[in-house]
C-alpha cells in the first residue's frame, strides 16, 4: 500500500470531517423532524380527546331535550297545542342539528378510512340548493337571519351538472350553517351559484363576526375550532369546514375564504363537472338520486 502524501492526507481528513458534519446535521433535521411528528401527534390526541368530550355533550343533550319533550308531548303532560307547538319546534331544531352533526362525523370518518369516492349524478344545482337553503330557514329564523339566494344560470340545461349530488349538498350545507352560525343577529346570509367554462362556482357570504388572517387556514383542519372549552360561544366540534374542504377536493375542486375580523367572511368553492367517460343515467333532484326509466335518460 502507498503512502498518502500530506496534500492527500488532509484532503482525506477534509472529507471524512465534511462527511461527519453532514450525517450530524442529517441527524439534526431528522431528530427536528421527529419532534415535531411527536407534537402533532399530541395536539391530534388533545384535539381527539376534546372532540369526543364535546361531541358527548352535543349529542347526549338534544338527545335528552328530544326525548324527554316527545315524552311530555306522547303522555299528556304538556298544557296545551300552543305548547306543544313549541315543543315540537325545539324538538325538531335540535334533531336537526344533531342529524347535521352525525353527517359530518360520518363523512368525517369515511374520509380517515379512505372510502369517500365520488358517485356521479345529473345535478339539479339551484333545486338542491333551495332545498337546503329551505332546511335551514327555520334556523336562521331564530336568529332573524335573512338568506338570499342567486342562481346566475337561466336556460334550463345550466340547471344541470354532472358532480356527486350527496357531497355537494354536505357542501353547500356545511358553508350554509356556518354563515348562520357566525352572523349577528337580524344579519344576512348570501349564497351565490353559476357555471362557467365547465365549473360550478359558489359563493358563500356573511356579515358576522369574521375571521383574522392567522386562523383563516386554522379553520379548514379537523377539530380545530378558534374557541374551546365548555364556555366556548358556538356549537360544533370543528369538522364542518375540513369534511368540506376535503370532499370539494375529491371533487377536484378548490375552496378558499377571504374575511375582515368583525366584517364577515365569504367562502368561495369552485368545482370542475365530472369528465365521466359513460352516459351519466342517473338524476339527482335535492341530493336524491333517481334512476331514469327507459327511453327517459338524457
Known amino acids: ?28 433535521m431528522m431528530t427536528r ?11 391530534s390526541e388533545s ?3 376534546n372532540f369526543l368530550s364535546n361531541i358527548r355533550n352535543e349529542i347526549i343533550n338534544p338527545l335528552t331535550s328530544i326525548l324527554v319533550m316527545s315524552d311530555d308531548i306522547t303522555s299528556g303532560k304538556s298544557a ?25 362525523i360520518f363523512a368525517a370518518a369515511e374520509i380517515e378510512a379512505g372510502e ?41 340545461p345550466e340547471h344541470l351538472f354532472k358532480t356527486d349530488s350527496g357531497k355537494l349538498h354536505t357542501v353547500i350545507s356545511n358553508l350554509l350553517s356556518n354563515c348562520i352560525k357566525y352572523s349577528l343577529e ?7 351559484a353559476w357555471r362557467h367554462q365547465g365549473s360550478l362556482n359558489i359563493v358563500a357570504e356573511d356579515s358576522g363576526i369574521g375571521i383574522d388572517d392567522a386562523d383563516q387556514q386554522v379553520i379548514f383542519e379537523r377539530f380545530k375550532q378558534l374557541e374551546s372549552g365548555t364556555t366556548k360561544s358556538y356549537l360544533g366540534q370543528g369538522l364542518g369546514l375540513s369534511v368540506t374542504k376535503a370532499l370539494v377536493e375529491l371533487l377536484n375542486g378548490t375552496i378558499s375564504v377571504a374575511s375582515i375580523k368583525g366584517k364577515g367572511s365569504i367562502f368561495t368553492v369552485l368545482i370542475p363537472e365530472s369528465k365521466t367517460d359513460t352516459e351519466v343515467d342517473v338524476f339527482s333532484d335535492e341530493g336524491n338520486e333517481f334512476l331514469f326509466d327507459d327511453g327517459e335518460k338524457f
Open 33 to 43: 423532524k421527529l419532534e415535531d411528528v411527536n407534537k402533532r401527534l399530541q395536539e
Open 186 to 192: 337580524g344579519g344576512g346570509v348570501s349564497l351565490k
Open 80 to 104: 296545551g297545542c300552543e305548547e306543544c307547538s313549541t315543543m315540537a319546534g325545539i324538538i325538531y331544531s335540535e334533531a336537526f342539528n344533531l342529524d347535521f352533526q352525525l353527517r359530518n
Open 1 to 28: 500500500m502507498s503512502e498518502l502524501t500530506d496534500l492527500e492526507l488532509i484532503e482525506e481528513v477534509k472529507k471524512r470531517f465534511e462527511a461527519k458534519n453532514k450525517a450530524l446535521y442529517d441527524l439534526k
Open 47 to 49: 384535539l381527539k380527546s
Open 116 to 156: 369517500a369516492y365520488p358517485a356521479v349524478s345529473i345535478v339539479d344545482v339551484p333545486k338542491l340548493m333551495s332545498h337546503v337553503i329551505g332546511m335551514y330557514r327555520p334556523i336562521a329564523g331564530q336568529k332573524r337571519v335573512t338568506v338570499n339566494f342567486d342562481w346566475s344560470g337561466e336556460s334550463e
